[in-house]
């Protein structure tokens, strides 16, 4: 099972990024997805989830301000981030479970700074 995430990088309050995450070596419409972010010196924490039947959940900190989607025909995971915070910034990680297994990406940078 591989998880690659991409989109990080630096970015202005107020701005959007967009993370997708591709997943390969999996049925991957089958599975539960959802982003983690993990600030310096912080635990790890769940952003968003979408499970297979497309049920989503939110952190409160992101409610209205952040969008998770998948593709099941493309295989990926898509974390939609608007209006920025510097709270934001923290390095992002894509989550796959299934079957009681867990499997990580190798995570991305999002630092949002003026």
């Known amino acids: 099972v591989q998880l690659v995430e991409s989109g990080g990088g630096l970015v202005q309050p107020g701005g959007s990024l967009r993370l997708p995450c591709a997943v390969s070596g999996i049925l991957f419409r089958m599975c539960d997805m959802g982003w983690y972010r993990q600030a310096p010196g912080k635990e790890r924490e769940l952003v968003a989830s979408?499970?297979?039947?497309?049920?989503?959940n939110y952190a409160d900190s992101v409610k209205g301000r952040f969008t998770i989607s998948r593709d099941n025909a493309e295989n990926t995971v898509t974390l939609q981030m608007n209006n920025l915070k510097p709270e934001d910034t923290a390095i992002y990680y894509c989550n796959l479970k299934m079957g009681g297994s867990d499997f990580w990406g190798q995570g991305t940078q999002v630092t949002v700074s003026s």
């Open positions: 979408i499970d297979f039947r497309y049920t989503t």
